[in-house]
Nanobody
Framework: QVQLVESGGGLVQAGGSLRLSCVASGVTGIIFDMGWYLQVPGKQRELVAGITRGGSANYVDSVKGRFTISRDNAKNTVHLQMNSLKPEDTAVYFC???????????WGQGTQVTVSA
């Protein structure tokens, strides 16, 4: 069973930076797309950034130019470098991986990011 473990969240002032990391274990198939999602109370989980196995990345408009997603296929890791953070970036961030030919979704437990004004 695939397990995803996130790290790197925390409290930061507006304008600051954080780097989220996610490592996948128990992987017996190929990890295809990986991504980071955020969720705030009362709302659905939303995609922030995604990256294909080949390294093609996509971002939601609100983070373009501020966040950078990267991955290391050999280590089954994905990272999210978050710069110029804003209070509206405050959320729980979840790592996602689509594993195997069926692109089965696996999720981490989430890491809290809080940006103070």
């Amino acid at each position: 069973q695939v397990q995803l473990v996130e790290s790197g969240g925390g409290l930061v002032q507006a304008g600051g930076s954080l780097r989220l990391s996610c490592v996948a274990s128990g992987v017996t198939g190929i990890i295809f797309d990986m991504g980071w999602y955020l969720q705030v109370p009362g709302k659905q989980r939303e995609l922030v950034a995604g990256i294909t196995r080949g390294g093609s990345a996509n971002y939601v408009d609100s983070v373009k130019g501020r966040f950078t997603i990267s991955r290391d296929n050999a280590k089954n890791t994905v990272h999210l470098q978050m710069n110029s953070l804003k209070p509206e970036d405050t959320a729980v961030y979840f790592c996602n991986a689509k594993v195997g030919l069926g692109r089965r979704d696996s999720w981490g437990q989430g890491t809290q990011v809080t940006v103070s004004a």
